[in-house]
């Protein structure tokens, strides 16, 4: 069982689109363990994407996710992380493969719908910087 960090870009949210997102994650055998909608301040989306603070589109990704809110998530299920790139398809909607969310829905490599972790260490850091110890509630059922 493996676990990995979600998040509805703002581009996401403003389609209106979570249920069908969601449908598509819970389909793919991931279930939901974590979920809020969140208003980002360019400081934390900074911090969070800081990985990426020496490339060229750093500004323009630090502006776009923080110019809305957004649905940050954890999903939980076996492969959780590469299970969730496949269901999201590749960064650029230009190379996603059909049937993917960002095939379907993203409009630029920028508003790209949705974010996943690409590693585990990536993320337990990003549901940590999100959720902490404790924001994460076990399936039971
Ligand atoms: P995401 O998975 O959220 O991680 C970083 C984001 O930067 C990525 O999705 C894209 O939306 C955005 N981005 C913009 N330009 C590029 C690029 N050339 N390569 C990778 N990511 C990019």
Same mark, same amino acid.
């Given at each position: 069982?493996?676990?990995?960090?979600?998040?509805?870009?703002?581009?996401?949210?403003?389609?209106?689109?979570?249920?069908?997102?969601?449908?598509?994650?819970? /389909?793919?055998?991931?279930? #939901?363990? !974590?979920?809020?909608?969140?208003?980002?301040? *360019?400081?934390? &989306?900074?911090?969070?994407?800081?990985?990426?603070?020496?490339?060229?589109?750093?500004?323009?990704?630090?502006?776009?996710?923080?110019?809305?809110?957004?649905?940050?998530?954890?999903?939980?299920?076996?492969?959780?992380?590469?299970?969730?790139?496949?269901?999201?398809?590749?960064?650029?909607?230009?190379? /996603?493969?059909?049937?993917? #969310?960002? !095939?379907?829905?993203?409009?630029?490599?920028? *508003?790209?719908? &949705?974010?996943?972790?690409?590693?585990?260490?990536?993320?337990?850091?990003?549901?940590?910087?999100?959720?902490?110890?404790?924001?994460?509630?076990?399936?039971?059922?």
């Amino acid at each position: 069982m493996e676990r990995t960090l979600s998040i509805i870009k703002p581009d996401g949210v403003e389609k209106n689109i979570i249920g069908e997102i969601c449908k598509r994650f819970e /389909a793919g055998g991931l279930r #939901i363990v !974590a979920s809020r909608m969140m208003h980002l301040p *360019a400081e934390r &989306v900074g911090e969070f994407y800081a990985v990426h603070r020496e490339r060229p589109f750093y500004a323009d990704l630090v502006g776009y996710m923080s110019s809305g809110p957004v649905l940050v998530q954890v999903l939980e299920g076996e492969n959780a992380i590469a299970r969730n790139r496949e269901i999201m398809g590749a960064t650029d909607p230009a190379d /996603a493969d059909p049937g993917t #969310i960002r !095939a379907d829905f993203a409009a630029s490599i920028d *508003a790209n719908v &949705v974010h996943g972790s690409d590693g585990p260490e990536t993320a337990a850091q990003e549901i940590g910087f999100f959720f902490g110890d404790n924001g994460v509630c076990p399936r039971t059922r």
